[in-house]
T-cell receptor, first 115, second 114 residues
Framework: KAGVTQTPRYLIKTRGQQVTLSCSPI?????VSWYQQTPGQGLQFLFE???????NKGNFPGRFSGRQFSNSRSEMNVSTLELGDSALYLC??????????????FGPGTRLTVT | DQQVKQNSPSLSVQEGRISILNCDYT??????FLWYKKYPAEGPTFLIS?????DKNEDGRFTVFLNKSAKHLSLHIVPSQPGDSAVYFC?????????????FGKGTKLSVIP
């Protein structure tokens, strides 16, 4: 079974631009979560989608948004990029129902650099 | 306010010996705990988990212990192998409260010396 895939793997953007990251979950997984990893803050939860609906949201500004499609694939968008948005963005998928939601499987991440 | 803490940023262990990684948490709503292993330039890999209704879970060389009264969990790796060298993250979830988001510690870098 293929794992979680994320595209692109690396991205360089300029301050003020916007960016869209993509995530394809493990086949059969219906929940997709996004995390930001930075050296200072560690891994922080952005949001979770289940059946095309945002189920949970972390403490990030409204510039960070996401969506999920009917095939469970998810995209994450960051508008008006700031230097502090430079990070590794990780997507994780899980089966999504009850206790099966706990165990999340991560993709390799997208390394975003904002200059 | 860090709800999940890994107080040791790094740990060095000789090959063949036991590695013990520790994690403390403050949120009593957490009811499920997980350990992930991460190599550079890769996403975290799920290792082992434990529900709050248990105090021990074992999977091969990996055992996780949970002490609810102390809000403490630990991961034991026996015997340690050089391939175990990685950053280990402890994570917790409060799914019983309706949220499956994972709250992570900042990680412990384990180095297993041949």
């Amino acid at each position: 079974k293929a794992g979680v895939t994320q595209t692109p793997r690396y991205l360089i953007k300029t301050r003020g631009q916007q960016v869209t990251l993509s995530c394809s979950p493990i086949s059969g997984h219906r929940s997709v979560s996004w995390y930001q990893q930075t050296p200072g803050q560690g891994l922080q939860f952005l949001f979770e989608y289940f059946s095309e609906t945002q189920r949970n949201k972390g403490n990030f500004p409204g510039r960070f948004s996401g969506r999920q499609f009917s095939n469970s694939r998810s995209e994450m968008n960051v508008s008006t990029l700031e230097l502090g948005d430079s990070a590794l963005y990780l997507c994780a998928s899980s089966l999504g129902g009850g206790r099966s939601s706990y165990e999340q499987y991560f993709g390799p991440g997208t390394r975003l650099t904002v200059t | 306010d860090q709800q999940v803490k890994q107080n040791s940023p790094s740990l060095s262990v000789q090959e063949g010996r036991i590695s013990i990684l520790n994690c403390d948490y403050t949120n009593s709503m957490f009811d499920y705990f997980l350990w992930y292993k991460k190599y550079p330039a890769e996403g975290p890999t799920f290792l082992i988990s434990i529900s709050s209704i248990k105090d021990k879970n074992e999977d091969g060389r990996f055992t996780v212990f949970l002490n609810k009264s102390a809000k403490h969990l630990s991961l034991h790796i026996v015997p340690s192998q050089p391939g175990d060298s990685a950053v280990y993250f402890c994570a917790a979830s409060a799914g019983g409260a309706g949220s499956y988001q994972l709250t992570f510690g900042k990680g412990t870098k384990l180095s297993v010396i041949p």
